[in-house]
Nanobody, 126 residues
Framework: QVQLVESGGGLVQAGDSLRLSCATS????????MGWFRQAPGKEREFVGT????????YLADSVKGRFTMSRDNAKTTVYLQMNSLKLEDTADYYC???????????????????WGQGTQVTVSS
């Protein structure tokens, strides 16, 4: 069994920063990758980025590149999404997801991930 728990969401103003966390438990994640997705009201889920556990390599969507970064802490099995220079269009529910197989990387389709957290809401106001 795998558990993913996101935290760190909230209400911020445009231009502010926010850091999301995704705590993992239930299985060793040292061989796998993690992804962040988001879903805005009325829109489909969107890929944000992914991080590979083995070496910390990251791949970010063009829409957030240069503003968002991802990192992981192997000791705590937690991944982070640092979001800087937030924009109104970043408003969404943010989800972390676990890729258990890592047959290829990066993966940017939500169906390629095996476990999901419950999400954390990020609201950016003007």
């Amino acid at each position: 069994q795998v558990q993913l728990v996101e935290s760190g969401g909230g209400l911020v103003q445009a231009g502010d920063s926010l850091r999301l966390s995704c705590a993992t438990s239930g299985r060793s994640f040292s061989r796998y990758a993690m992804g962040w997705f988001r879903q805005a009201p009325g829109k489909e889920r969107e890929f944000v980025g992914t991080i590979r556990w083995s070496d910390g390599s990251t791949y970010l969507a063009d829409s957030v590149k240069g503003r968002f970064t991802m990192s992981r802490d192997n000791a705590k099995t937690t991944v982070y999404l640092q979001m800087n220079s937030l924009k109104l269009e970043d408003t969404a529910d943010y989800y972390c997801a676990a890729d258990l197989y890592g047959s290829r990387w990066p993966k940017w389709f939500d169906y390629e991930y095996d476990y999901w957290g419950q999400g954390t809401q990020v609201t950016v106001s003007s």
